[in-house]
């Protein structure tokens, strides 16, 4: 079975960032590597109707339409519903934010096995989900591991 992965919008805005940081470069590589093996089509990427929302308010318009492009190429997409919203407000009460925390309920919903996200906090936050919640950088490891 393929890997499902959810990409948060930090993921898809990383390589917009400054590049000079390290990490930030160490993660957009990571990220690139990501896009290209979903269009390889060695991993599933899901979208979700939190995603197209939060890339329909940037203001950045090539990032708004680069998000949009691989949004397209998502072979999932998850619905917000009342089972992803009341999942929503459990994990907001766990100190996650309120948009984040509509990412992961989605992500949850749609079966994912992977959360990528650049946020540090909600990965911290997301610890002890049945869903892994993980760095890009991370993720490029650990899916080299198991190949």
């Not at 339409?65 to 917000?80: D, F, G, N, S």
């Not at 089972?83 to 459990?90: H, N, P």
Request: net charge negative; glycine share 2%; hydrophobic share 40%.
């Amino acid at each position: 079975m393929m890997t499902k992965v959810y990409l948060d919008t930090s993921i898809y805005n990383r390589p917009f960032d400054d590049q000079t940081q390290p990490k930030i470069f160490l993660e957009t590589q990571a990220v690139i590597l990501i896009l290209q093996m979903v269009e390889a089509k060695l991993i599933e990427l899901v979208n979700s109707s939190v995603l197209e929302y939060e890339n329909s308010r940037n203001s950045v318009l090539v990032n708004q339409q680069t998000m949009k492009r691989y949004l397209q190429i998502a072979t999932i997409k998850q619905e917000v519903n009342e089972t992803t919203r009341e999942r929503a407000q459990e994990l907001e009460k766990q100190g996650v934010k309120a948009i984040d925390a509509l990412h992961v309920a989605c992500a949850e919903a749609s079966k994912s096995d992977y959360f990528i996200t650049c946020d540090k906090r909600l990965i911290n936050r997301c610890r002890g989900l049945t869903l892994q919640v993980i760095n890009p950088t991370d993720f490029i490891l650990e899916i080299e591991d198991d190949n």
